[in-house]
């Protein structure tokens, strides 16, 4: 069985953002996933629950989380880059689950697994003020 990559949301959108500026990171991939499959002609119903996600920055720092963020104005994930570069950023999602038979009782799964996500070009620039007369 396999879950899916989440898929990195970022603010500002069209791939630029500025350097001192707070970039803005989520996702939607924050309700639980359930799969049904047979074993020796038994439904079974698996349950993924997303636990915790690590955006990586592509600078060379990561953090990790247990919310997913949300879109502006709400900044719940956000960072800071201090150079302009071109960077690739990326969001790794951690599921928990749980699995039952038929309408059984949940059994939660003693193991988790990590679904790396794609990495994505982000743009850093540096904005320079310019004064224009009208």
Do not use: C
Not at 79 to 98: F, R, W
Not at 100 to 106: I, N, S
Not at 116 to 127: F, H, I, S
């Amino acid at each position: 069985i396999e879950w899916p990559a989440s898929e990195l949301v970022v603010q500002p959108p069209g791939g630029k953002t500025l350097v001192n500026f707070e970039t803005n990171f989520y996702t939607d991939n924050d309700q639980p996933i359930s799969q049904t499959v047979r074993i020796a002609g038994r439904q079974v119903e698996i349950r993924a629950v997303q636990v915790s996600y690590a955006f990586h920055f592509g600078d060379g720092t990561s953090v990790d989380s247990d919310s997913p963020g949300r879109p502006h104005p709400y900044l719940d994930v956000t960072h800071v880059y201090t150079q302009a570069d071109p960077v690739k950023v990326s969001l790794d999602t951690t599921y928990a689950g749980e699995y039952r038979f038929g309408d059984g009782a949940w059994t939660p799964i003693d193991e988790t697994v990590a679904v790396p996500g794609a990495a994505q070009d982000l743009d850093v620039v540096e904005a320079l003020p310019q004064l224009v007369l009208r």
